[in-house]
């Protein structure tokens, strides 16, 4: 299996509009299959059984495991949702950015300390 790479800028403007949002495309997209398509596919084919469509979804929204299903299909959704945001983050910042971000040591301090104190004349401007 090959890893996924980022598309170029060139590439990414060639996208139609609403494709060009990939946090919402892709969470959007493929917590709403969770959500709505995989019960609808399985009430299809149990259909039969539960004497037609409408009974059989009934059945599939009633059953025990179902809050089991709310759960999986929340928690894909989320990190669907991070796993994209952190792509476009990383993007943002380019190559090593985000290590650079929480990793580097902070710049050193220049100028005067937040710590010493205020010159003579300012000290003692209320006397």
């Given at each position: 299996m090959?890893g996924l790479?980022?598309l ?5 403007a ?28 399985c ?7 539960y004497?037609g ?23 894909v ?28 040591a ?13 010159p ?6 209320g006397?």
């Amino acid at each position: 299996m090959t890893g996924l790479r980022l598309l170029t800028d060139a590439e990414h403007a060639t996208l139609p509009a609403r494709l060009r949002e990939v946090v919402e495309y892709r969470k959007s997209g493929l917590s709403l299959n969770h959500v709505a398509g995989c019960p609808l596919e399985c009430a299809y084919c149990i259909r039969h059984e539960y004497g037609g469509f409408g009974a059989a979804l009934g059945q599939i929204f009633g059953h025990r495991d179902m809050p089991h299903v709310w759960v999986n299909t929340i928690s894909v959704g989320a990190a669907l949702l991070g796993f994209n945001a952190l792509s476009v983050v990383r993007r943002h910042l380019g190559e090593g950015g985000l290590t650079r971000l929480f990793f580097a040591a902070p710049a050193p301090q220049v100028g005067a300390s937040s710590h010493e104190s205020p010159p003579a004349a300012e000290a003692g401007h209320g006397a």
